[in-house]
Each structure stands twice: as C-alpha cells, then as structure tokens.
C-alpha cells in the first residue's frame, strides 16, 4: 500500500556556505581545510589503512561530506543537495546565520550578501517554491537591524532566525525594542538554536553560551510579545535527551535535579503559560534508536483524547526539522532518517509534526469561527 501525500515542511535546514563563515571558527588550523581543502581527503584516505569499518575513517568520511558541502559555490548548490532527500513537493524553512561579530576571523560575504543570495534562492524559478526563507541578525552588528528589515520588508522573508550562544541573550535590548515588536505585528515565526554545544562567541565560556540558549532564557520575551510563535529548536539537545533518560529525575527533592532543557521545554509547553511556543526535532532525532521511544511517548495516541484545562498537547507543538547541512556530519542520511521516522511514527503522527504543526507556526492558528448569533425566527417569533 502506498503511503498518504503528505505535503512536508522541514522547519530547520540551512544552505549558507564557508563564503558566510569565519574563516578560522571553530580553531585557527581549522583554515587549513578551507586554504587547502584535500587536507581533508588525505586525512581521510590515511585513515582508511586502519580499515574501512574503523571509527576513525567513518569520522572522516563524514567530515569530508560536511566540508565538501559547505564548499559548495552557491547556497543553490547547497539546496540541490537537500532536496535530493525529500519528495518534490517538500519545502524548506531555510536559516542564514550572522557570524561576523563572534570573533573568529574574517567572513568574505556579509549578512546582507548571504540574505540577497537567499533571496534570489527563493526567486529561483526551478526550486523557490520549495524555499520558506528566514531572516536572521546579530543585535551587535550595527547593520544588523538595517539588513533584518530590509528581507522582512524587501524580499518578504518568512520569520526570523537566532543563535544566542553567538554572543548575545534573547532579551537584547536591540531585540526588544527593534525586531520582536516587528515580528509580532507582521505575526512572523521566530526560531532559535536551544541546545547545549554548537556556536559560541570567542571569549565566552561554555556557560555563558548556555546561559544565553536555555529554554528558560525565552520567557521574559515570551512574556513581553504574548503573540509571538517562537521554536525552541533541538528540543533541548542530545546531551539533555540521554540525561533525561540516563539520569531520571529525583520526585522528592527537585533541588537535586541537574537543570534539564528537554524537561524544561516539556514544562514550559504543558504549563499553558506560553501558548505559542513550539520546538523541533533538529539533528536530536539523528540518535534515532535512542530517542524514537521517547518521542513517541511525548507526542501520545492520537486517538487518545485531549489534556484537559491548561495543559497543552505536547503533539501539536513539535515540527519535523532536520538541520541539513550540519547533518552531513552524522553517518545516517536525510532520507534514511525522514523514512523512518515516518514509518516509527505512524502516518497520522507523521503528518502532525511534518505538516499540520508547520502550517500553524509558519502561518499562525487559523481563527475560530464565531458562533452565528441567533435570531427571533429561530424560535419561531416573527
């Protein structure tokens, strides 16, 4: 039997190249694999003398494919390679990310350059019907603002893109007073990296990077802007899914508990409080045979009813993302992991998170339909 047309939304994938990068993030060596980037095969290739099934050598292959792509000439290219994964009719939450100001070496296309050539990306009359592009900003970059209105107004960008651990916190006075009122007015979607790891700013420790991305570093925002749809992206991350399930949680003494951002952002979604949070499940579900359980846990029977009161459904609040191309990375592909995630989850599980869930963070609720006021002649009076 063939599976039911779904039209999939992957919420998080991004196409920017080395051109957008630091030159020497995340150590200055790492250059080398830029100003000569066989380096990168020779390693691979001497690895290969320990056997193919080695750890290193499949490390290496995997890095030879993410530095391959992230080589690519054009965001296009980088796009060409994604949708290879994914039917045709599949579109894409494509993310830029603003790295000029977190100190790690020159980056010869600004903020403004990545933007256009998203733009173009998304006028392109092949494959930009399948592109949903985000803006992004950096609150320290002093065109930031400037280049974030210009894609939000100009080439009519979908929704914004943060990454705190690059340096700044959500509640950035440039952020409050500038951009989330713009986002809520014009109701676009706001999606930030929310994991321990990845991106940090030269200088800053681990803990103030995570300072900056913890779930609970979002609510004086989401309490400022009640209207705004924002993606706490990751789902918390790896690290907290395998504490969560590792670790377990004292029921007795709360204080004993290590602060968990899965549990937090599990907290914070049935609290009702925030009715307009979301998360995805962005490379976090590339540790398939771990975490599958547990999601399917979180997202419940469908055919179960509703929570009652203010506690919201878990299920209607987590989108399909994968985080291509950071996922070059992983031995699994695109394609092998949407696969099974749909047969994992079931088709009607499947198209909640990958179609219904999107629809409604990318385009907000649909509006209630008022009740039709009764008249006198429905009771029989004229």
Known sequence: ??????AITNCH????????????????????FRIMPYTVAALRWLSSWLGNGSRLYTFMVRMEKFHNTGRRGTQRDVFQELVRHYPRSTKFVVLPLDLSPIGHGPIREDIGKQMAELHELAQDPLLGHQVIPFATLHPDNPDGVREFLKAVEEYDFKGLKLYPGSGFAPDHPVLMREVYPVCEAKG??????CSRGGLRRKGW?????EAASR??????VMKSFPKLRICLAHFGGDKDWHEYLDDGT????????????????????RSGD?????????????????????LKLFLGDPAEPKPLKRV???????????????TRQEGHSEKEISIRLRNALGEQLFRQIAETNPKAYLEGAAPKKKKRGRKLSDYGIH
């Open 205 to 209: 420790t681990k803990a103030q990077a």
């Open 250 to 269: 004292d029921p007795y003494n709360a204080q004993n508990n290590k602060e968990n951002w899965l549990k937090d952002i599990l907290d914070m979604i």
């Open 274 to 294: 925030y009715p307009n949070l979301y998360t995805d499940i962005s490379y976090t579900i590339f540790k398939f045979e771990k975490f599958i359980p547990l």
């Open 188 to 193: 676009l979607p706001v999606m930030t990296h």
């Open 215 to 220: 779930p609970r570093a979002f609510e004086p």
């Open 13 to 32: 994938t991004h196409t920017f190249t080395n051109s957008h990068t630091p030159l020497y993030y995340p150590l200055f060596f790492f250059a080398l």
């Open 1 to 6: 039997m063939r599976p039911v047309s779904i």
């Open 312 to 326: 919201l459904d878990v299920r209607e609040k987590v989108l399909f993302g994968s985080d291509f191309y950071m």
